[in-house]
């Protein structure tokens, strides 16, 4: 039997199975424009991006895995630790804008980056971001390149 190579490699299925589990994004956004806009910008094994509802929480987009989305890292505010998940029930109810980085580990060669805040131009809208890793830039830097890639992507209006 002969062996059968999908048409696309690995990371476009990858994008494929995450955004097929995302709950819809608000009309006129193309879910792919905005994968591919967060990819480029804060792509990352590491990294999970939510969009959610202002107030309630409801998640609209994801990107990142389960694990890069469920895995708690240091809080960067004493000893506790959270998920992205946990992070957007706040950032939901409170509307601040969070922008924090820590090392991760012991011997501090790893940091972790946290950014949350209102969607730009979607008052209905938030986002909570968290990137972990060797090369990982500050929160605030991470937060600046998801605003940039929320524009680009079209869920943002351009400024």
Not at 122 to 130: I, M, Y
């Amino acid at each position: 039997m002969p062996l059968i190579r999908p048409a696309f490699g690995p990371l476009a299925a990858l994008a494929v199975l995450v955004s097929a589990c995302s709950p819809p994004l608000p009309s006129g956004v193309d879910s792919n424009r905005l994968q591919n806009a967060v990819g480029d910008a804060v792509g990352d094994p590491n990294t999970c991006v939510l969009i959610a509802e202002a107030g309630t929480g409801r998640i609209v987009w994801r990107y990142g895995s389960s694990r890069s989305c469920g895995t708690a890292w240091p809080a960067c505010s004493g000893t506790e630790v959270r998920s992205v998940e946990q992070l957007m029930k706040t950032t939901g109810r409170e509307g601040a804008e969070i922008w924090a980085s820590c090392p991760s580990n012991a011997d501090r060669s790893r940091t972790v980056a946290w950014a949350a805040g209102p969607v730009p131009g979607r008052q209905e809208l938030v986002f909570t971001a968290v990137m972990e890793g060797a090369k990982t830039p500050p929160g605030i830097v991470l937060g600046d390149k998801l605003r940039d890639a929320l524009e680009r992507g079209g869920l943002s209006p351009a400024r």
